[in-house]
């Protein structure tokens, strides 16, 4: 009977250190738990980074044949097999490499993401989850930012500017209007979470 090996991972950004934790599962037994901070890194960044540490971990048992990956975070996963160029190739890579591994021990060997939104409060995925929020750690050193991170501050610095010079401004009203969602709230854009 093959093992599987369930792989529940999270990340928390809070004062820009990113919390990444992977808890390993196998059997109903907790295996192993990984927690990595980061600073100055994105919240996908720190998801996929969640998601290298579980694959990297539960690929190293020699008795495990199927890892299923449970995360809140699919279209980071995704990354993973996107042979297109993006930011996180180098991680898409190392990932790939552990899963290369994993395979060539066995053609039965396998691997399935689950998507398990936090707002499911699943037992396993819950756990991880609560413990990405609850992990405070403040910077002892001043730190680099990551490429993905500096990206995002300076397009959150041009939104607010928008934002601020656009309410100065004398058109609004004029020729311009608001968007609503299905709730009435006004659309923000978004580029997180593979949003528009």
């Known amino acids: 009977m093959p093992s599987v090996a369930l ?48 694959i990297n971990q539960s690929s190293r048992f020699n008795n495990i044949s199927k890892i299923i990956v449970i995360t809140d975070s699919i279209h980071t996963a995704q990354k993973i097999f ?9 991680m898409s890579a190392a990932i790939l490499l552990d899963l290369r591994d994993f395979f060539n021990r066995s053609d039965n060997n396998s691997i399935k993401f689950w998507e398990c939104p936090s707002c499911l409060k699943w037992v396993l995925h819950n756990r ?28 959150d610095n041009i939104i607010k500017y928008w934002k601020m010079s656009f309410q100065a401004s004398e058109l609004k009203g004029n020729h311009f209007l608001d968007l609503l969602d299905s709730d009435d709230k006004i659309i923000e854009l978004t580029y997180t979470k593979g949003g528009s």
């Open 7 to 54: 792989v529940a991972s999270d990340a928390s950004i809070k004062n820009n250190v990113a919390t990444s934790i992977a808890h390993i599962h196998m059997a109903n037994e907790s295996l192993t738990k990984t927690i990595h901070p980061a600073v100055n890194v994105t919240s996908t960044e720190a998801e996929l980074f969640a998601i290298r540490c579980g």
């Open 82 to 90: 996107d042979p297109s160029s993006h930011p996180f190739q180098t």
């Open 128 to 155: 991880v989850n609560k413990e990405t929020k609850s992990f405070n750690l403040m910077p002892l050193f001043s730190c680099k930012n990551s490429w993905d991170f500096s990206k995002k501050n300076k397009s």
